[in-house]
């Protein structure tokens, strides 16, 4: 692992610098715009195929196909581009940038194109001369280039109105032309954040691998090749650590005043025991990459872009275990389900993945116990649960204490059909389940089995004692430390384009990994940002030292 982000960095000190568009011949917007509203009529146009009249956009593709961005995503730049526009090199297709500085400028050699290093001088078979805004409105509508050269078909034929390509070379333009903030001739500049009431042990778990890889790892391979060869440039990075004290809903205040100080490229990392929200909106408002925080309660949301989660958390244990219930168990129509949690953060989480998920799936309505602030449980309340719902479904999202008593459910002359609880929730509790409900009981596991993550625990393990580094939560630094060899990877394929959306744009390519100790996989791809996507449902056999079998495989259709 090490060796390879080595070797990354080196190739990309071997391919030289790309052409970068000159500052001071800002273009001109078209006639009766300000720039901004130019730039947010471009980039409706851009990323979602809105014309200008609000209207969807319409192509031709294959030669003589319709296409419309109503119906089809296909059919807007970004998709294709990437929202950076500085296009893609992915399983062999080659997508070409799309922003100015590259267009108007000569494309002759390979290296000049997104995601293909070290061939040097290597001529590029396409080669073109620098497109103008007639060429350019050319290549979009017709598909043709300065060359003369008919694009791939894949490139989809525009029918735009002259003001309408107006606009969208002047964004082509601006898109991906201005270093994105946080970034000086000689750093790049990034923060984590750690919110009130994370644990010392939790905080340097995550802080210590991050720091380790910043300093010992990319600034001292920084500082060698500085020397080595001092012509190029080449950026060392710097972490500062965002503390946020108070109520989540100070924290937004918090964040703007933090960065107006001195802003970031992005937030790597982060950690909260409490919602995410606050962060995720200044992030979203503000265009700042989140990467990986280690969040418990991330924000669910089908469209945003700058935040990119580990996994939904709790809300994606819920949704297994509705799967689950619907898929495998299939639930007869006539059976009772209920859901037990407690009115906070934690239990509303659980509730929501688990309902709406539900909803597309199951037949039966879904009813609620929730359990108010300062309401116990016990053996009464399990007994009352079990007689007030005979043969039912129980969906309990409880930790250990409030699982007291739970007994009783095994007890009782008609025993629940089937008991869900929550491996996270119970924490190193799981075989305090007790025996006599253990036959009907499943567990949402959000993790890696037993034994299977040996092999990268050991990993991590050593590239802590190699860095000095105590071990003190395995879980925490584990996550850290894959969110290191993510962002070096990233960073090394990034080159000199220090782009916001382009860093994203190169998360969202990376594709499956397996080398992550928390879970068997995660996946990346253009829109998911939740890079985990699966869940065990496990059982657990019975006696003092329970085996734990799962049920499901790891995503569960
Ligand atoms: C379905 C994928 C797809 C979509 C959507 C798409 N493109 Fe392309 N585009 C491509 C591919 C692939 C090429 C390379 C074709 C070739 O070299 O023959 C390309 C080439 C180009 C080129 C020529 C680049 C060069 O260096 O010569 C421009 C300019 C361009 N696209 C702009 C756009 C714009 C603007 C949009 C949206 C209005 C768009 N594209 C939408 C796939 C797409």
């Not at 070797?7 to 011949?25: E, H, M, Y």
């Not at 400028?105 to 497109?131: C, H, K, S, T, W």
């Not at 809300?315 to 007869?332: D, S, V």
């Not at 049920?551 to 259709?557: G, K, L, R, S």
């Amino acid at each position: 692992m090490l060796m390879r982000s080595v070797s990354f960095l080196f190739i990309l000190l071997l391919s030289l610098a790309r052409p970068v568009i000159a500052a001071d011949n800002a273009p001109e917007p078209p006639a009766g715009l300000s720039v901004e509203a130019a730039m947010r009529l471009g980039e409706a146009m851009y990323m979602n195929g809105i014309l200008p009249s609000g209207k969807p956009m319409e192509a031709t593709v294959q030669g003589d196909l319709k296409v419309s961005s109503a119906t089809s995503a296909m059919a807007t730049c970004s998709n294709c581009h990437m929202r950076s526009g500085l296009g893609s090199y992915e399983g062999l297709v080659l997508t070409p940038p799309t922003n100015g500085a590259n267009l108007y400028a000569p494309l002759l050699y390979a290296r000049d194109l997104p995601g293909i290093v070290g061939v040097g001088e290597m001529a590029f078979e396409n080669q073109r001369p620098a497109y103008m805004d007639e060429t350019l409105a050319a290549a979009i509508q017709y598909g043709i280039d300065p060359a003369g050269r008919s694009l791939l078909e894949t490139m989809p034929r525009y029918d735009l109105n002259e003001r309408d390509m107006e606009i969208m070379i002047f964004y082509l333009k601006n898109l991906s032309s201005k270093y994105s903030p946080g970034v000086t001739a000689n750093e790049v500049r990034f923060a984590t954040i750690v919110t009130e009431g994370v644990s010392p042990q939790d905080r340097n778990s995550m802080l210590e691998p991050m720091k380790a890889f910043v300093k010992a790892e990319w600034n001292a391979s920084v500082a060698g090749l500085r020397q080595w060869r001092p012509e190029r440039t080449h950026r060392s990075l710097s972490l500062d650590v965002w503390e946020l004290k108070g109520q989540p809903d100070t924290w937004y205040g918090q964040l703007e005043a933090l960065y107006r100080r001195q802003p970031v490229f992005a937030i790597l990392g982060g950690i909260s025991y409490g919602p995410w929200g606050p962060i995720h909106q200044f992030c979203e408002k503000s265009r700042i990459p989140c990467v990986l925080p280690l969040a418990d309660l991330p924000v669910i949301s089908g469209d945003h872009f700058y935040t990119l989660y580990f996994s939904k958390g709790y809300y994606q244990e819920g949704e297994a275990a509705a799967k689950f219930l619907a898929r495998a168990l299939a639930l007869p129509a006539d059976k009772q389900l209920v859901q037990v949690y407690r009115e906070d953060e934690r239990g509303s989480a659980f509730a929501a993945g688990f309902g709406e998920t539900w909803k597309k799936s199951g037949a039966t309505a879904v009813k609620t116990r929730v359990l108010r602030a300062g309401e116990a449980t016990g053996r009464e309340f399990w007994k009352g649960l079990a007689s007030t719902y005979k043969d039912a479904a129980l969906v309990i999202w409880l930790g250990p204490a409030d699982l007291a008593g739970i007994e009783e459910l095994g007890a009782a002359k008609e025993q629940p059909s089937a008991v869900f609880v929550s491996a996270s929730m119970l924490g190193s509790a799981l075989s305090s389940i007790p025996d006599s409900i253990r036959d009907f009981t499943y567990i949402t596991y959000p993790h890696r089995l037993p034994g299977e993550e040996a092999l990268d625990v050991n990993n991590v393990e050593n590239w802590m004692k190699y860095k000095k580094i105590p071990v003190t939560n395995m879980a925490v630094s584990s996550k850290a430390f894959f969110l290191t060899r993510m962002v070096s990877t990233v960073l090394s394929n990034l080159r000199e384009d220090f782009y916001r959306d382009y860093f994203l744009d190169l998360f969202d390519v990376q594709g499956e990994q397996t080398m992550i100790v928390t879970y068997p996989r995660v996946t990346f791809g253009p829109g998911q940002r939740y890079a985990s996507k699966g869940c065990y449902i496990v059982t657990l056999t019975k006696g003092p030292q329970p085996k734990i079998f799962s049920q499901t495989d790891w995503v569960i259709y």
